[in-house]
């Protein structure tokens, strides 16, 4: 594994005029102060062997906001969504430059512990992955272990983070049944739920409803709405009536013969009503992706 995080963009990244905290650090606070700062990626490349994946990719998340991440596929969506929590690195032959700091603190900085990283910041999948010989509620605290966190009721934690993921009223009478019991739908807000038992900051979702029925993915936008006003979420989808409907803020990729870049981000009204790019216009127009 050839990992390395390459010095001479940090100087540029550190540029970066619209950093978070600077922007808190005027009193603007994007997201509630218990909330902290929120993520913020500056510079970020990400490589696969030699092939250069993502290019210079600035963007804020403010804290108790949801960012949906648009693009067509290829683009480097997943590939940004992974360098988010440290996931990328464990791809063979992948390397990445740049910052990405967690309330103001590099995830990246030498010497931090990965594992306490992915705590903080959660991911959720595209193909719900639940351990389907677990039961529903061995599923939920299966993180805790890892998380080390001393919880005095773990019957009040499995409750809570069931009914915060939206799946308590469908499971609270067969909490010993297997994950794999559950439908498509139900698999993914358990694995919501599990994302949620170990109290990330963060919650990042590449494609979660991609899989989905209409009704179970209307169900998770609907959590998703109310988690955020607890965390902060970034969202990868290629649905842009999802993106309107969930988003607060939408960031468009595009891989233009080169590696993946970001284009465009504003507030999810502006990117649908008046991008300022041409290419925003073109793909949420439906012209091309
Ligand atoms: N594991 C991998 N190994 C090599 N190349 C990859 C890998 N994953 C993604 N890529 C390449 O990186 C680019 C971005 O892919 P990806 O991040 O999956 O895009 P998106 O999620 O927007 O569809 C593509 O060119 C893709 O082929
Ligand atoms: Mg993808």
Redesign the pocket.
Known sequence: MSFQSKNDNKEKAMATPSSLASVAANGRKPGTSTLGIGLEARGVHAW??K?H??ANVSLDFPAGTVTALI?P????????IRTLNRMHEF?PGAAMAGKVLLDGKDIYEPGTDVTKIRLKIGMVFQKPNPFPSMTIGENVLSGLKLAQLKNANKDDLMEECLVRAGLWNEVKDRLNAHGGSLSGGQQQRLCIARALAVNPQVLLMDEPCSALDPGSTLRIEETIKELSETMTIVI?THNMQQAARVSDFTAF?L?DGGP?EMIETAATSQIFSQPRDKRTENYVTGRFG
């Open positions: 696969f062997g092939h994946a993502l693009g596929s290829g683009c480097g969506k997943s590939t940004f791809i990868v990729f891989a993946g």
